[in-house]
């Protein structure tokens, strides 16, 4: 079982940018894809990006397209979610999640991943 840690989360004025760090545990961490999702007060939680395990397919929600981009390094077992031109509404606790079996259809979907980081809140002010 992968075990996951996020990291990078904070307080940032509108415009600004952070980076969010996901490290895995387990050997078998390029095996599983990747998925960052939030989820802000009140709201279920939506799909922002994921990554497939040998980085070439990568797939954002329409809402970051343009301002974020997730990358990782399997050597160091980490994922990466760079965030620019942040606005108040992607104020949300952030989670990465691994998937083994990934298909394409339901990479947006949390239910097909199999577990998940404890979240790290990111909060932009206006």
Do not use: H
């Given at each position: ?19 969010l760090s996901c490290a895995a545990s387990g050997r078998i961490f390029s ?59 992607d104020t949300a606790v952030y989670y990465c999640a691994v998937d083994l ?26």
């Amino acid at each position: 079982q992968v075990q996951l840690v996020e990291s990078g989360g904070g307080l940032v004025q509108a415009g600004g940018s952070l980076r969010l760090s996901c490290a895995a545990s387990g050997r078998i961490f390029s095996r599983y894809a990747v998925g960052w999702f939030r989820q802000a007060p009140g709201k279920e939680r939506e799909f922002v990006a994921a990554i497939t395990r040998n980085g070439l397919n990568i797939y954002y929600a329409d809402s970051v397209k343009g301002r974020f981009t997730i990358s990782r390094d399997n050597a160091k077992n980490t994922v990466s979610l760079e965030m620019n031109s942040l606005k108040p509404e992607d104020t949300a606790v952030y989670y990465c999640a691994v998937d083994l079996d990934v298909v394409p259809s339901r990479i947006s979907i949390p239910a097909a991943y199999d577990a998940w980081g404890q979240g790290t809140q990111v909060t932009v002010s206006s």
